[in-house]
Structures are given as structure tokens and as C-alpha cells.
């Protein structure tokens, strides 16, 4: 498979005929949206709940320029180093700087789609850093050389048996395809590396303003072992993670567990404040990259600025009928499904990403479902009209929307050529649409239209 | 009270019978409709596909047509969405609360202007209801059309498992990705099966005509109809 955006429609081709895909992503995403509707039902201000987190969000985007120099001045104050990375070049080179500066040879990580947007694992790989995975799904996804296909589920894609084969492959251990075996198999093999990394990278969840604090949270403990073990620790995150207050965490916590995984409540919850010298559970120096690649993009846009009000909780995908069919990897970018869609183009430009705006029948169940209510299906309909303002469109496509418009302005030349075409269905002639009509019959004109009738009965 | 009936340009040229089974019901409450034959289409095609400038136009065009009238109803939850949600993000200049208040699909209109919950038709069926995306979510109707179909009689009505599960058009997106759209009819077609009713109704044509046209080609023995020709049987 071609993991690029413009290899879609390819690439969703395979995955629809891809049975065991199917079957791992039917079983998976039932599982948790059937496990949400129960959690979610529990607390009957759900809608409140939303409203508050889209408010916030809002309110922090609208004025992101000032919470995010008030997150820098009291993380600062709190001893943490931050920095501004204009794009993934910017961030990585920071990153190698520092692993540099202290003869970084290990790295342990924890989950963080920021540092697979910029390819972060695969760089310090090359420069001769091992790298490694510490977050279960990632580890597997790591050891199979793939991307993830799930932001919060990174594995998803894969069955257990898949997953035990992977493992005595790849670790040379006996097959066993019991989650608990192989959860300690990778613990084991984890352990190690946890005790001998020099630095620990991880994202954020949310950056709290008001006390300079970054928030992890997770259900396996590794985010808090990469993030005390290690004497470094750099946190790398968009730049839309900061919140002003850390009482906002209230109505973000009952929320995000929720939506991402179905559960009331995450395991582990990391607020990480500032660095402390000899002492065992915490680093001597904390790093803070902030990221933009993009996201400054989106801000410009009256509308489209919604979009950096995801708190990366991956619902919006679970609920998608397109995400539920195709899994992450057919969208051939780092965020996958509806949300994905919106962010992709802001990353990579529209042009290379053209295709996912598209890919949507706009239903709107990633609205439906989303915490911090974005409306996506409209945010696409906004991409679809910037892509053909920019001229990306094909020139048939334009040339049929000319002639259709042209039609449609006028209603006698529509009558007209409503008359035209009965005309030419008589002789035999009828418009086709090849793609329409591999596993659906197109539909027929009526031997009379509705005007055509209604005018003769009035006459 | 003054109605402008608006007929959506597809139901127009490719199922007549939709817009006749609305105007007969119109007919029987008496109630005061004009069908301005100027209208064509509301823009939606142009809108959903991305050309914003094309379908601006053909709003404005419609606004005035529609503009004396207390209401614009519509046997479409699809084309009133695009009206009530979509006019206000192409049309920036203009006010058009007053147009989104008065645009309202059939059911709604009957059941909530009207206040009418029975049409007095007959349908000695089984019947199951698909909630059109656009009618659902963007304009939040689910029980009207369900109220007025309960009370239609000798029909049965029976819920299929996930009736609000997109049926997998989405206009432009059907034609742009015809193997997702068509699994997505696929799914919609088996759970419309499985509910082993005999009819499936819903208030948008659009999603009838790709449940349809799924069924047809796979020899499935599925028959859909517009809830209007429902509700219109009397
Ligand atoms: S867009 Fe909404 S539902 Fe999707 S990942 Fe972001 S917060 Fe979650």
C-alpha cells in the first residue's frame, strides 16, 4: 500500500476487500462505541459538558497568542525550557540538540501523534539514537514498521493472533495470542530500556497557562516512566494543547477518557510541573517544544480555526462509516478519518491532500459524537470550496458544473433541456456514469417531470 | 397562510410521483400553496462539490422566488437543509434568519405548523423508517415523521437496526468513491432486510434512490418509497 494522501481512493479500493481488516476494525470500534454510549449515558449533562469544552477551547483559541506566551512565562518561572518549532525540521533539530548536548544513546517514548506527525522516531533512529515505543499499541506498531492507524488506538487494525505472531517474530519469544502474555512480553522486554534510557520523550494532553504545568494522561504508566525515569524529558505538543486554568481539566477529564477509550476515567493522569536535581522521580531538565507546522494555517481561517479545538480523542474516526470501512492508513496521513481530513490539508497543503475532503458523505456523525462539538462535515464542505477556488478541480468536472449552472440559472432553458433529454433517452441515448454503476443501476428520468405535469393540469 | 411548495429539482425530473403526492396532501388540509415554476434547484450539487460562487447564485435566485411566502416546505430534508444550515455560509451579506425560520421539510411542517399528526391515509404494510442524515443531524427531525407514520392506517411500522446509519450517498461523494458509497448502501440494504418490513420509507428520495439503486442491481427484493406517497394514500 502507497501511504499518501492522494492514493485514497487505491488505497480504500484494497482496504474494502481486505476481510481480516475488516474483521479487526468491526470488532475493535463496536466494542468501544457500544462501551462509550454506556459511559457517556451515565452523566446526563453530556451536552452541557460539550458546550463548556467547546467554549473553552474556543475562547483559548481566540486569544492563543496570549496563553501561549502566559504558559511560557510560568513554565519558564517553573525551571521548564520551552521552544517555539515553526515546523518538523525546526522541532527535530531541537530535539537531536539537547539528545546531543547530554550523549543521548536510549530514548524511551510514550505516546504522542505530534511526534509522528513529524517523523520524530524515524529521525533520531538515523542519527543513531535507538528509539523506542513505549505505549503498547505504538511498541507494536513500531515493531511491525507501520504507522499508526488509530490516534488514541494505535493498533487497532491488528487481531491478536497478528499481534502474537508479530511478537515471536520479531522478539523471538513462543506464540501466544493472550493479551496478558503478551502485555508482559512487551513488559519485559520494556523494562530494560526504561532503566537505561537518557531521555525520555512524550506529548502533552493539555498545557495549563495559569501554572505552566503539562498534563499526560494514559492507562499504561509508561508515559510516567518515560517522563520521571530519564534525566531528560522533553514533551513535544501542538501548539492548540494549552488551556488557561488547570480547574478547566474538570470538564476535560470527564470527557476525553469517554470519548477516546470508553472509559470513565484514564488510569494515570501525569501533571508535570517542574524539573528537580537528585531526585529519583523526576528529570533534571523538562523540555517544551511548542509545534506549529500548520496550525497557524488553520488560524487564519474564520471557520476553520474549529479545528484546533481537537483534543485528539480519535472518536470523530470510530463513528466514521468511511474511517469504520477503510481503517487509518488509507488516508495516508498521520491523522487519519474525519478530523484528519481537516488537518492533513492544513499540514501537507491542500493540493497533495485533496482528495480526503472529499472522502466523507457528510452524514455528520463526527459532529454528533465529537466532545468539543467541531463541526467537521462543514469544515470539509469549507475545503471542497477552497479546493476548487484554488482550481484543483478537473476540467470535466468543471465543465459539467458550467453547463449544469448555466441550466439551472434559467428555468426555461431548464425546461428546455428537460425536454432535450426525453428527447434523447427516446432515440436511445441516456447519460451514464461509469463509476455509478459497477454495484448500483442509475436512475432513470421520468417519462414526464413534475413541471411537465403540474403545467398540464393547470392548463 | 401562504406555502411555497418547493420541489427539489432531482424529484422533479426523476420522480414526478414524490411532488404529486405532496401537493395531494397539501390539497386535503386545505392548505393555501403556490408551486412558483421558476424554481429549478436550491444549489446543493454545486455546494457540496465545491463550487461555492455557482451555488450563491442560484440561493440568491431562490430567496427571491421564495421571498412572499410564510413558508417554503419542501419533500426534502436534504434540499431544506441546504436552505436553513448552508444558505448562511455562502450568503455573508444578508440577513437570512427569516428564510431558515420559515424553510421546513413536509413532516415537520405538517406536524409542527399544522398540527396535524394523521394525513388519514391507509397502507396495509410493513414499513421501516431511514433517518436521512441531513434530516437527523442538520435539522434535528426524528420523531415527526415516525408520529405520522404510526398513524397511518394498518401499517406496521417496524425500527431496522441502525436507522440512522448513512445510507451512503452524499451526493458528489457517491460518484467520487463509488466502492465506499456502495458498501455503505450494502450495509444499509441488509439491515433494511433484516428488519424484514416490507417498505422502506424515508423523507429524502435521494437516499431511496441509492438504497434502490443498490437493491436493484444486486437483485435484492427491497422496495422503497417516499414517505409523502405514504402519507398521501388515502
Ligand atoms: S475532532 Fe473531536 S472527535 Fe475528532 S479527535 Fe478531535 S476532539 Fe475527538
Redesign the interface.
Known amino acids: 500500500m502507497n501511504y499518501i494522501p492522494s492514493k485514497f481512493r487505491n488505497n480504500a479500493v484494497k482496504a474494502l476487500l481486505n476481510v481480516n481488516l475488516r474483521k479487526n476494525l468491526t470488532r475493535a470500534i463496536s466494542h468501544t462505541l457500544s462501551k462509550r454510549v454506556e459511559v457517556v449515558s451515565e452523566l446526563p449533562d453530556w451536552e452541557n459538558l460539550r458546550q463548556k469544552a467547546h467554549e473553552i477551547k474556543k475562547h483559548t483559541i481566540e486569544n492563543l497568542a496570549y496563553y501561549l506566551d502566559l504558559f511560557e512565562e510560568r513554565a519558564t518561572k517553573n525551571g521548564v525550557k520551552i521552544f517555539r518549532a515553526k515546523d518538523s525540521i525546526e522541532a527535530k533539530n531541537y530535539v537531536l540538540q539537547i539528545a546531543r548536548k547530554i550523549n543521548a544513546r536510549l530514548c524511551v517514548k510514550s505516546k504522542s501523534m505530534v511526534t509522528e506527525e513529524i517523523g520524530l522516531r524515524e529521525f533520531l533512529e538515523e542519527n543513531g539514537i535507538e528509539t523506542v515505543e513505549t505505549d503498547l499499541g505504538e511498541f507494536i506498531v513500531q515493531l511491525a514498521g507501520e504507522m499508526p492507524s488509530h490516534i488514541t488506538a494505535p493498533a487497532m487494525h491488528k487481531s491478536r493472533d497478528e499481534i502474537g505472531k508479530l511478537f515471536s517474530e520479531k522478539l523471538g519469544v513462543k506464540f501466544t495470542n493472550e493479551p496478558e502474555k503478551l502485555t508482559n512480553i512487551a513488559r519485559e522486554f520494556l523494562r530494560h530500556k526504561f532503566l537505561n534510557a537518557d531521555l525520555g520523550i512524550s506529548g502533552a494532553n493539555f498545557l495549563i497557562a495559569e501554572t505552566g504545568s503539562i498534563v499526560i494522561v494514559e492507562n499504561e504508566g509508561n508515559a510516567g516512566l518515560s517522563t520521571t525515569i530519564p534525566k531528560v524529558h522533553i514533551a513535544i505538543t501542538g501548539i492548540e494543547k494549552v488551556i488557561p486554568r488547570l480547574s478547566d481539566l474538570t470538564v476535560f477529564f470527564k470527557i476525553l477518557g469517554r470519548s477516546a477509550t470508553a472509559q470513565r476515567f484514564t488510569s494515570y493522569v501525569s501533571i508535570i510541573n517542574s524539573p528537580k536535581k537528585n531526585k529519583p522521580d523526576s528529570p533534571e531538565e523538562i523540555y517544551v517544544i511548542l509545534l506549529d507546522n500548520g496550525r497557524t494555517n488553520l488560524l487564519k481561517s474564520e471557520r476553520l480555526k474549529q479545528a484546533l479545538y481537537c483534543i485528539k480523542c480519535g472518536a470523530c474516526m470510530l463513528t466514521c462509516p468511511v474511517y469504520q470501512r477503510v481503517g487509518g492508513h488509507t488516508y495516508g496521513s498521520i491523522y487519519p478519518g474525519p478530523i484528519g481530513s481537516v488537518l492533513t490539508p492544513a499540514q501537507l497543503g491542500l493540493r497533495d491532500a485533496l482528495l480526503l475532503p472529499f472522502a466523507s458523505s457528510l452524514c455528520g456523525k463526527c459532529f454528533e459524537i465529537c466532545p468539543v462539538k467541531i463541526e467537521i462535515h462543514h469544515l470539509l464542505l469549507q475545503l471542497r470550496a477552497q479546493a476548487v477556488d484554488l482550481g484543483f478541480a478537473s476540467w470535466l468536472e468543471k465543465l459539467i458544473f458550467k453547463l449544469w449552472f448555466i441550466v439551472m440559472r434559467n428555468y426555461k432553458l431548464y425546461t428546455s433541456a428537460s425536454k432535450f433529454l426525453r428527447y434523447l433517452l427516446k432515440l436511445g441515448i441516456k447519460p451514464k456514469v461509469k463509476s455509478w454503476s459497477k454495484e448500483r443501476i442509475f436512475p432513470e428520468l421520468a417519462p414526464k417531470s413534475f413541471k411537465e405535469i403540474w403545467r398540464n393540469q393547470k392548463t | 397562510m401562504k406555502i411555497g411548495l418547493f420541489?427539489p429539482?432531482y424529484?422533479?425530473?426523476?420522480?414526478?410521483?414524490v411532488?404529486?403526492a405532496t401537493v395531494k396532501i397539501l390539497k386535503r388540509f386545505g392548505i393555501n400553496f403556490e408551486?412558483p415554476?421558476?424554481?429549478?434547484?436550491c444549489?446543493q450539487?454545486?455546494?457540496?462539490?465545491?463550487?461555492?460562487k455557482?451555488a450563491k447564485?442560484?440561493a440568491e435566485?431562490f430567496i427571491q422566488i421564495f421571498s412572499n411566502f410564510d413558508y417554503i416546505v419542501s419533500p426534502s430534508g436534504s434540499c431544506v437543509s441546504m436552505i436553513k444550515i448552508?444558505y448562511p455560509?455562502i450568503i455573508l451579506t444578508e440577513d437570512l434568519q427569516d428564510i431558515s425560520k420559515k424553510s421546513l421539510e413536509l413532516t415537520e411542517f405538517l406536524v409542527k405548523v399544522m398540527n396535524i399528526d394523521s394525513t388519514g391515509a391507509e397502507f396495509d404494510h410493513t414499513v421501516t423508517y431511514h433517518d436521512s442524515?441531513?434530516a437527523l443531524?442538520?435539522l434535528g427531525i426524528k420523531t415527526e415523521p415516525r408520529i405520522l407514520l404510526r398513524n397511518v392506517k394498518k401499517l406496521k411500522l417496524i425500527e431496522m437496526e441502525n436507522p440512522e446509519?448513512?445510507c451512503?450517498?452524499?451526493?458528489?461523494?457517491?460518484?467520487?468513491?463509488?466502492?465506499?458509497?456502495?458498501?455503505?448502501?450494502?450495509y444499509k440494504v441488509n439491515y433494511i432486510l433484516n428488519s424484514g418490513a416490507e417498505f422502506v420509507t424515508s423523507t429524502d428520495q435521494s437516499c431511496l434512490?441509492?438504497i434502490?439503486?443498490?437493491a436493484?442491481?444486486?437483485n435484492l427484493n427491497i422496495k422503497t418509497i417516499h414517505i409523502a406517497q405514504i402519507l398521501s394514500n388515502f
Open positions: 420541489i429539482c424529484i422533479d425530473q426523476l420522480y414526478p410521483e411532488g404529486l408551486y415554476i421558476e424554481q429549478t434547484c444549489g450539487p454545486a455546494f457540496n462539490t465545491g463550487y461555492w455557482e447564485i442560484l435566485k448552508f455560509k442524515c441531513h443531524r442538520e446509519d448513512c451512503g450517498f452524499g451526493g458528489t461523494f457517491s460518484v467520487k468513491f463509488p466502492e465506499i458509497s456502495s458498501d455503505m448502501a450494502k434512490m441509492q434502490d439503486s443498490y436493484r442491481k444486486n
